[in-house]
């Protein structure tokens, strides 16, 4: 499966916040890394249909976002930076069965994929707890749990460790290495791209490098350094 940005720019309030974009993702793990209002986010959202193009097509395999958005998102899951923003329903084990609901209408089946979700990320015990007294990493755990539930083909995470403590964002990482799914992750820690097969550098909306992790992060850092130059008026 491949997704294919071809010539793809997102205006945003009058603002062009992408720009000019044809990349085909085909790798196993692919990084995305930029500075604060690169576009990063806005990109990550476009690989499911969260975001639509304002110019250009975003496609997974045959299916293009614009036209065929929930059989899209239904391949490619989605994770965001703050878990309260896709956490919904009162209950940790009814947060994970929200997901079920368009896929396993049987009690039975249902209720197993429930239990082996919860299991698996640590949160059996807490399955009748009100989500919102969980702590964050907790919570983003259960994001994660409610979207790989579903079994998607790919999984984008939007800076999933951002709002962590070190114990949790080493969980996170921990469960993120051993997907069997494609990954695709924004994220400012550079170092979660060791072992990775590609990274893309935005800037100001473009892509300025596509690389292997070494390379890109390399051409990160000169772009850093150079905008810190510009900061301080060097």
Not at 6 to 19: A, F, K, P, Y
Not at 44 to 63: C, F, K, T
Not at 206 to 222: E, F, I, Q
């Amino acid at each position: 499966m491949s997704i294919e940005l071809d010539g793809v720019s997102v205006t945003i309030g009058g603002r062009r916040v992408l720009q000019g974009l044809t990349v085909r993702l085909d790798e196993r793990r692919v990084g995305v890394v930029g500075a604060n209002g690169s576009g990063k986010s806005t990109f990550a959202r476009l690989l499911n249909g969260l975001v639509l193009p304002s110019e250009g097509r975003v496609r997974v395999d045959a299916l293009d976002t614009r036209t065929d958005g929930a059989a899209v998102r239904r391949r490619v899951g989605f994770v965001f930076t703050n878990p309260d923003a896709q956490i919904v329903m009162p209950t940790v084990a009814e947060d994970v069965a929200l997901s079920l609901r368009a896929t396993e209408r049987r009690p039975a089946p249902r209720a197993a994929a429930i239990t082996a979700a919860l299991e698996r990320f640590g949160l059996a015990d807490l399955a009748d707890r009100p989500a919102a007294r969980l702590s964050s990493g907790q919570k983003q755990l259960l994001a994660l749990a409610s979207v790989l539930v579903t079994e998607p083909d790919v999984l984008v995470c939007d800076e999933p460790t951002t709002m962590l403590d070190l114990v949790h964002t080493r969980r996170i990482r921990d469960v993120l290495a051993a997907l069997p799914q494609r990954l695709v992750l924004v994220s400012h820690a550079l170092d979660a791209f060791d072992g990775f097969d590609r990274v893309l550098v935005l800037h100001e909306g473009r892509l300025v490098a596509d690389d292997a992790p070494g390379p890109a992060v390399a051409a990160y850092r000169t772009l850093v350094d150079r905008l810190v130059e510009t900061v301080d008026g060097r």
